[in-house]
Every structure is written in C-alpha cells, then in structure tokens.
C-alpha cells in the first residue's frame, strides 16, 4: 500500500545495454568463458574497474550476476566466466546448454561492490574455484601497474581451476608477484588460510571470492590474525537471521517527493514497485548491490550480504531489496 504526499516524476526503470555473444570457449572442467561484444558495433561499452560485475537478462526471464575478468582497460567487450552448477536456480545451466555465440542479450552496466584499494603494500587475492574470475581482473590491472601481489588460488581439483595457465603466464613475467595453489585432492585436505595468509602486516589489503563457506573462513581468520582490511564478494546471499521488524514504516523519497507506506511483509523495494516506480534491482537477495540507496535520515536493519559490518553500523546506504526498516519514518535519497 502506498500513500502519494506530493505528486512527483517516479523513479524509472534503469538503462540496459544490448550485447552479442562473440564466442564462448572452454576454460576448465564445468568452466566457460563467454565473450560479449556491443550489439552495435559503432558502439563501446561503459567503463569499468576490476572486480565489477554485469547482470545477463536471460530469455528465460532469469536475471544473474556474473563477474568481469578481462581486462579493465579494454572497452570493446566484456568477458565473464560462468560455472556450469547442477543446484543452482537454473541460471548457469541455461547459459552452459542454450546460449550460442551470435545471440544477443540484455546486460546490465557494470557495478562494483568489490573494488581494488589503493595500497603501497603487497595485496593479496586468494580466489576459491569459479571466484577467480574478479581476481583476474584485479591480477591484470596489478601487472599493468606493476604493483606487489600474492595470488592464492584454491579449487578441488587442478583440472576444475580456470584461467590458471593465464595467471601462472602473468606472474611468472612480473618478480613481485606470488602464486600460490592449493587443490583439495592433491593435498588431501581443504585449504588452510590461516597458514596461507600468515605473515602479513595490519595495512595489508585481502580480496577473497569462493563459496561461502570459504568466504566465512576467510573472514573469521583475518580477524584473528589482526588484517582489518578484509574484502569478500558474494555470489549466493549469507545466511542471516530472520527480520525483527514488525512496524509499519514510512518512506520518504527525497528526489521524486513520495512517501511510501512499507508494512512489515514487504521489502522497500516491494513496495516502491507496487506504487508503480521501477528503481535499479536485479537479484532481491542482498548480493548484487543494485538497489543499494543512500539513506539520509532513520534507522534500518541491515540484512544485505554485501556491506562490512563496519559499514552496516554507519547506516549510510541500504540494501531496499533485503533491508528493513526500523524507525518509522525512513529518507532515501530516491
């Protein structure tokens, strides 16, 4: 339910772009890279940074995520790597088994909630299996600068670890750079991160993409091991507890001059649909970071995969797919 205070232009559904898929090719067991190119060839892709991703509007009517790996520089395509993942929602299988290179589809502009800090000390990149693809990105972008980088790749198995003959190529040609491999069946046994990110000073950034149970992992050592710049992306939301809230809130759009009525079964971002406006959204799950919103005023329960809880606790910007609010009268800047 809403309620119009004033009457004003609605948020409006965002851009997309159209892409031709250029080829697909065989990156490892399960793996393929797709490549895309502007449907239009007069035109070029927006710019990005290492560690952003694209959503594919699928012709199934899914919509999914996936990371860019080539080369930030480049804007005349943009490659992603897609694991071919028998219990997903059937994004990856669709993509494995129906898509063929000359179709064209709609893409998303890049966004990046995972992006390179600026650091004069050796970062480290530790990826777990298909996680690799934004940390080749961010590997490239390093070599191109020249920049100290300790690479930790870790997968089941050597024949399911894409890329790797790429990345083995780019590090051995730069002497500050390390690669380092761990794959379960060859060292019978998961990776263990706290020996692998031991030794580094408190400045030292770490990226890490993988599973979820990985990206836990990564987390709770970093903290024991003192690294307060710790950096995760999220392919599947975390698990978190149920919302508390149980109020009816009440919305209020600075930019458009909407008050929206948000009772307590739907999302901000359900609701803003309901009242006919279309704000940026893609996966309703607290992953993607399209939706994230400044907040200028109130008080929100953060239930996102996405912000640090450093970042959460400062309540600057929310996730309107997943987060809820808690005081009664929230200001977005919408």
Sequence with gaps: MS???????SITAPVVLQARLLSLRWEAEGVMSLEWVPAD????????????????????????????????RERNRYVVGV?????????????????????????????????????????????????????????????????????VYCARTRAQAAFLSEIQTLVADH??????????????APPNLKALLAGYTPNTHMYCCGPGPMLDS????????????????????????ASTTTNVCHVELQKSGRTIEVPPHLSVLDALIEAGMFPDHSCKEGVCGACETRIISGEVEHLDSILTKAEQAANKTMMICVSRCKSERVVLDL
Aim: with cysteine.
């Design 175 to 188: 002497a500050h750079m390390t690669l380092r491999c761990h794959f379960d069946d060859e060292q019978s």
């Design 218 to 241: 990564f987390e709770s050592v970093c903290a024991e091991l003192g690294y307060p710049h710790a950096h995760i992306e999220r392919f599947t939301a975390k698990a978190v507890a």
């Design 83 to 151: 694991l071919k993942d028998h219990g997903s929602r059937g994004g990856s299988i669709w993509v494995h088994e129906q898509l063929r290179p000359g179709m064209v589809l709609s893409i998303s502009a890049p966004r990046n909630n995972f992006p390179l800090r600026p650091s004069s000390e050796t970062q480290v990149l530790v990826a777990g299996g298909i996680g690799v693809t934004p940390m080749l990105s961010m590997l490239r972008q390093l070599a191109a600068q020249n920049k100290p980088l300790d690479f």
């Design 3 to 9: 309620t119009d205070v004033t009457a004003a232009v």
């Design 41 to 72: 060839p007069a035109q070029t892709f927006p710019a990005f940074e290492p560690g952003a991703h694209i959503d594919l509007h699928l012709p199934n009517g899914l919509v999914r995520s996936y990371s860019l790996s080539n080369d930030a």
